[in-house]
C-alpha cells in the first residue's frame, strides 16, 4: 500500500513556503534519492505535480494519481489538451488522464522518448523528440511534422516548446525554430558563450534548455550560454549578461515585468535595480509555473529534490 505525506512549513518571513513530497512504498524499499519534480500544471483547479516515478495532485492533500504505477516512469511534460491532461514520458511514450480522474490511458504512438508536449490554440497538440516533432489534431493520430529540421541530412532532436499569440517555438541543441507556413525556420543567431572544447567541431548556436514568449519578445535560457532576449520575434537577440546566473538555465518566464529563472543554483528574478535576486535556498530548480488563473501573485518552483516551493509577489 502507497501512503503519500505533506510536510508543509514556513520557510521565511517574506511569504515563502515549501512543500514536500514523500512516498513510502511497503511493497518495494524506499527511494534512496529523492525523485526530481520535472514539470507543473494546473487542471480543474488543482495542482499536479510530474515527477520521476508518476504525476501527483494536490486536492487537500496530495496522492498519487497512478501514472506508472509498479514501475518506475520518468515523467517529463504535463499539458492540457482540449479539456484533457497529458503526461509525456521519457522511454514510456504518452499518456491521457481519463475523465473521471482515476486512471491513465496510454496513448500508442511510434515515439516513446518525449521531452515535451505543447497545445496550441489551432487545436493542435506537438511532442518534442529525439527523432523531431510529432503532431496530431485531435489527440488520436499522429504524424512527424520535421519540415526544415535537418542538419547535415540528420533531424534535429527538439528538447521543448513555447507558444503565444499563434506562434510556435521549438528549442534545439542547434539554436531556436519558429514555425511559419508548416515550415521550421531557424531564428537569428544566438551566441555560444559555453566551453568550445566540449564539442569536436565549432558550436555555431547556443543550446536552447526553455523558452518564454510574450508577443514579439522571446527569451531563452541556455545549457551553456546564460538567458537571451529577443524583442523582434527571435530575429536579432541580446545576452542578458546576468553574471549571477551561470550553468544551465532549467526553465524561464516573464510575470510583471520581472524574468524569473530556474537554475542550478536556485531560482532567481531581476530586482528593480537591474540586478538579481535571489529566491530561497541554493538548490537546483528544475521548472516554473505561475497559474494567474488559480491563484493570483503566487510562483510555484518544482525543485531536483522533490521539494515544491511556493512563493507570494
Given amino acids: 500500500m502507497k501512503t503519500l505525506f505533506l510536510l508543509l ?13 514523500r512516498e513510502v512504498d511497503s511493497s518495494r524499499e524506499p527511494h534512496s534519492v529523492p525523485r526530481s519534480i520535472t514539470d507543473l500544471i494546473v487542471f480543474q483547479g488543482h495542482m499536479f505535480v510530474a515527477m520521476e516515478g508518476g504525476v501527483f495532485c494536490f486536492d487537500g492533500k496530495w496522492k498519487d494519481t497512478g501514472l506508472g504505477k ?10 492540457v489538451f482540449q479539456g484533457k491532461l497529458f503526461a509525456a514520458t521519457f522511454g514510456d511514450g504518452l499518456f491521457q488522464f481519463q475523465s473521471d480522474g482515476k486512471e491513465w490511458r496510454e496513448i500508442y504512438i511510434k515515439e ?23 503532431k496530431s489534431d485531435n489527440g488520436n493520430s499522429w504524424n512527424t511534422f520535421n519540415k ?3 542538419n547535415s541530412f540528420l533531424v534535429i532532436s527538439v528538447l521543448n516548446f513555447a507558444f503565444d499569440h ?11 525554430f519558429r514555425l511559419e507556413n508548416k515550415t521550421w525556420v531557424p531564428t537569428g543567431k544566438i551566441n555560444f558563450l559555453g566551453d568550445p572544447k566540449q564539442y569536436l567541431r565549432p558550436k555555431q548556436n547556443a543550446s536552447v534548455r526553455c523558452i518564454a514568449v510574450y508577443g514579439d519578445t522571446v527569451f531563452v535560457g541556455t545549457f551553456e550560454s546564460g538567458i537571451f532576449r529577443s524583442i523582434d520575434s527571435g530575429k536579432t537577440w541580446d545576452n542578458l549578461a546576468l553574471t549571477d546566473i551561470s550553468g544551465c538555465v532549467n526553465d524561464i518566464a516573464y510575470y510583471k515585468g520581472n524574468i524569473i529563472a530556474a537554475t542550478e543554483e536556485g531560482l532567481f528574478c531581476t530586482s528593480g535595480s537591474g540586478g538579481l535576486r535571489q529566491l530561497g535556498p541554493k538548490t537546483p530548480i528544475n521548472c516554473i509555473c505561475i497559474p494567474g488563473s488559480h491563484k493570483e501573485n503566487l510562483l510555484y518552483a518544482g525543485s531536483r529534490r522533490g521539494v515544491l516551493f511556493i512563493y507570494s509577489f
Fill in 148 to 150: 526544415g529540421l535537418v
Fill in 9 to 21: 512549513a514556513l520557510v521565511s518571513s517574506s511569504a515563502q513556503w515549501e512543500m514536500e513530497i
Fill in 112 to 134: 516513446k522518448w518525449i521531452w515535451a508536449v505543447c497545445a496550441t490554440s489551432d487545436s493542435s497538440l506537438y511532442l518534442a523528440t529525439n527523432n523531431g516533432v510529432v
Fill in 70 to 79: 509498479g514501475k518506475e516512469i520518468i515523467v517529463t511534460s504535463l499539458e
Fill in 166 to 176: 499563434e506562434q510556435l517555438y521549438a528549442g534545439t541543441h542547434h539554436g531556436l
